[in-house]
């Protein structure tokens, strides 16, 4: 199958080129011919109309804001974890992948550390409410004991729930059928709560409702690197009921409500408006004047869907995503899919 393909968020060559044209000449040639000549003063003219470049200078200055301030909450072995963990994801094919969305080493380190300082100044915002906990209690599931059988087609997954059901051994079938290649050997055992990233949250959901020794129904997942189709079958070892004591799993708890404040596109674009305000950010080219609208005064007075769309629009990087943005940013691609890019 092949992997999704690195994507180059607002930083194509001519965004570059564009933004490198500022510190040089205005009275260099590009290109000479009968008739005509093209400076840099003429390419810079021509491209800081492009989306793209507009999109680069808004991500430049919110980078920038916080860097600034929270740079030394991102250590440099952080971002080198990062990069290792996506390079693995990608195997063989990473460093083409960087060569050809416009990356060296460096620079998509830089980018990943962008995306996690990013992260850093918003989680410092982050104030958690009573109610903020109860939301996060709801969702949380705790660690459970499963097998799973990972499989390339549906059918296929027909096949392995069928012989499951027949009695055939759960465990013989993940090492004969699975094509999880980090747990069919060991029979397919897994553990997993309901933050965990290994396990596909389609798989989860289904796993939690299973009682001890029930075999779930073929489970539809998408790939979160390739984005195709896998098909799952499930076998609940040791299921558990979180009980009513909240305070049992107070650290789970706090961790998801920080995640789903990490990810609410509306509390992103407050906690950047405020650190622009606080920086004292000024646009001094008319070309870019509107780069920052999103994170303006006015533009809280629009409603929460409207700043939730500007907000997506405004960062976009990975995971990233993923990153990712970052998820990047298990960013990440990042804080969000857009500003992992």
Do not use: R
């Amino acid at each position: 199958m092949k992997k999704n393909k690195i994507i180059l968020a607002a930083t194509s060559a001519l965004a570059v080129l564009a933004l490198a044209a500022c510190s040089g000449s205005t009275d260099k040639d590009i290109a000479t011919m009968k008739g005509g000549t093209i400076t840099v003063s003429d390419f810079y003219d021509e491209a800081k109309t492009s989306s793209a470049n507009q999109q680069l200078v808004q991500n430049m200055i919110i980078y920038k804001v916080f860097n600034n301030k929270y740079e030394d909450k991102v250590s440099d072995k952080k971002v080198n974890a990062e990069y290792d963990k996506q390079a693995k994801s990608y195997g063989d094919t990473f460093e083409s992948q960087l060569e050809a969305a416009g990356y060296t080493k460096d620079s998509y380190k830089q980018t990943i550390k962008n995306n996690l300082v990013l992260q850093a100044g918003i989680k410092d915002h982050i104030k958690l409410t009573d109610e903020d906990l109860k939301t996060a209690w709801k969702s949380f599931h705790p660690e459970v004991e499963a097998q799973i059988i990972k499989l390339g087609s549906e059918d296929d997954a027909k096949d392995v729930k069928k012989s499951a059901d027949n009695g055939d051994d759960f465990t013989k079938l993940a090492k004969e059928k699975s094509t999880d290649t980090t747990t069919k050997e060991d029979g397919g055992k897994v553990k997993f709560d309901s933050q965990s990233k290994t396990v596909p949250t389609e798989v989860q959901e289904a796993a939690f409702k299973l009682k001890d020794g029930e075999v779930s129904d073929v489970i539809t997942a998408t790939n979160a690197s390739t984005y195709a189709t896998d098909y799952y079958v499930v076998k609940m070892v040791k299921n558990q009921n979180k009980g009513n004591d909240m305070d049992k799993y107070k650290d789970e708890v706090k961790q998801i409500a920080t995640d789903t404040k990490l990810n609410d596109q509306a509390f992103q674009t407050k906690v950047i408006s405020e650190e622009l305000k606080a920086a004292n950010v000024k646009v001094k080219d008319d070309s870019f004047k509107n780069v920052l609208s999103a994170f303006t005064t006015e533009s809280g007075s629009k409603s929460t869907s409207d700043s939730e769309k500007e907000s997506t629009k405004s960062t976009k990087s990975s995971e990233t995503k993923e990153t990712e943005s970052t998820k990047a940013s298990d960013t990440e691609e990042s804080t969000t899919e857009s500003s992992s890019k």
